[in-house]
């Protein structure tokens, strides 16, 4: 009988390793024979990019199911899961730029500080910095007449890869593919801290998202993830002038992850916010020098009707309704930001009321914070923005999230019309399945977590 068993495990085993490597070949081609095909249709590439990742995402789910079903140890099928996400990286290295133009800023920026210029002075367009124009970078960039939206930890960084690879695309792509292996290694470590199987890493190695948006895109997120599992792991080790200081770091890099200070403060321990606030302090004092207030750049625009992007809940709240008049519209925008605000401010407080301080607890008010920025934030929600759940999503898995972190691909056919406006179809189809999945994962009382269920049951739950 113990022999018959081994053997329907070895046997359950060499099938799991032949799907992954069957289905991780078929994503295989479709990143290295569909992505061209999609580059190949240049203004029209917005439908027939939807198209392609819905197929490599379906081929991600068949694999994460075969995975995650039975998950358990098995060295060489974590092995083909990392090497297939390295090679879906690869292949894309070379490719054009499709999705969209946003590096051409980074390199722009860090050219600007290599010519002894402070990028918060002046736009691309400004005859100040004409001598620094060129045919490949500056004509690229988008909203050339506004200055940078970068905060400053996202500018030194530009500076430094720029001051390795000026003006390279290729070189900030394989700066970002750095970042995901440091961001596969800690995310390991994570995996090993909660008990879940390594092979659970499928769901970022393998996500879609993780590699149109990253390497492809070449988005600034995947840069900022390796220093949110920094700040994460020293949180759970109880190291709080570290996870502040990483926290400083990730702040500086986009902003949006200051949140994680409420989330994992301990009431009367001022060590981590206070860590945090100096590093971003610090940031901020050598672009002061020489910018002065105009060190926010583009960012208070960025609240504005014009930058409107598949706005979330907020459409679904008002966002339809035909008002008669533009201040009408205005107004009911702002209050409706406002309030929506205010809920992720309540729902944020709230967490560290309900947070256990185990490395589960203080992982899932992390989980927590992250969901609530992204179902509550009235603001654009561009599809790279989804990509700070996808480490979170490996350790505790969520149908909610899950599906997001494909459909957010949907947002793209805002640009495949004449209209520039997201079909009511796609919108719906994107966000209506989230809502009602995370109402039932609600209700529930928890996320779906087959791999540890005694650590799904945290104090601080998951979803708001």
């Not at 895109?217 to 949180?235: D, K, T």
């Not at 960025?302 to 907020?314: A, H, Q, V």
């Not at 179902?375 to 999230?401: C, D, E, K, N």
């Amino acid at each position: 009988m113990g022999l018959t068993t081994v053997g329907e495990r070895g046997g359950q085993r060499w099938r799991a390793r032949a799907a992954i490597a069957g289905l991780g070949g078929l994503s295989l081609l479709g990143y290295a024979i569909g992505f061209p095909w999609v580059a190949a249709w240049d203004s029209q590439a917005w439908g027939p990019y939807v198209v392609l990742f819905a197929a490599i995402f379906i081929l991600y789910v068949l694999a994460a199911w075969v995975t995650l079903r039975r998950p358990r140890a098995d060295g060489v099928l974590v092995a083909l899961i990392l090497g297939f996400g390295l090679a879906f990286r690869v292949v894309l290295l070379p490719t054009p730029v499709v999705l969209s133009s946003d590096v051409y800023r980074y390199l722009w920026d860090g050219r600007v500080q290599w010519a002894g210029i402070n990028p918060y002075r002046y736009p691309p367009a400004a005859e100040e910095l004409a001598s620094l124009r060129d045919p490949a970078v500056y004509p690229q960039i988008n909203r050339p007449t506004k200055r940078t939206v970068y905060p400053p930890g996202a500018e030194a960084l530009f500076a430094a890869v720029a001051g390795l690879a000026p003006g390279s695309l290729l070189g900030w792509r394989l700066f970002l593919l750095g970042c995901e292996l440091t961001t596969a290694g800690l995310l390991l470590r994570l995996l090993r801290r909660m008990d879940v199987p390594a092979v659970a890493i499928l769901l970022y190695a393998w996500a879609p998202l993780a590699v149109f948006e990253g390497v492809q895109a070449a988005h600034l997120e995947f840069a900022l993830l390796p220093v949110i599992l920094l700040a994460l792991g020293w949180r759970q080790a109880g190291q709080s002038v570290r996870a502040g200081a990483a926290l400083g770091v990730a702040t500086l890099l986009k902003l949006y992850p200051a949140i994680l200070v409420i989330a994992w403060w301990r009431r009367g321990e001022w060590r981590l916010p206070l860590a945090c606030a100096a590093v971003v302090a610090a940031g901020y004092l050598p672009y002061l020098w020489g910018a002065g207030a105009d060190v926010l750049g583009f960012l208070p625009e960025y609240f504005g009707s014009g930058e409107d992007f598949n706005i979330g809940l907020r459409y679904f709240l008002t966002g339809w309704i035909p008002f008669g008049s533009d201040l009408a519209r205005e107004v009911v925008r702002g209050v409706t930001m406002l309030l929506l605000f205010g809920a992720l401010a309540t729902v944020l407080c709230q967490i560290p009321r309900r947070r256990r301080e185990d490395p589960a607890g203080v992982f899932g008010a992390g989980m927590a914070a992250v969901c609530a920025y992204v179902l509550l934030v009235p603001t654009a929600m561009h599809a790279w923005y989804v990509a700070w759940i996808l480490p979170f999503l490996a350790v505790r898995w969520s149908p909610a999230w899950l599906w997001f972190t494909g459909a957010a691909s949907l947002s793209y056919l805002k640009y495949a019309r004449e209209s520039a406006e997201l079909p009511f179809w796609a919108r719906a189809l994107e966000y209506l399945p989230l809502f009602g999945l995370v109402a039932f994962e609600w209700w529930r009382g928890h996320m779906s977590e087959p791999f540890a269920p005694d650590q799904s049951r945290s104090a601080a739950r998951p979803c708001p």
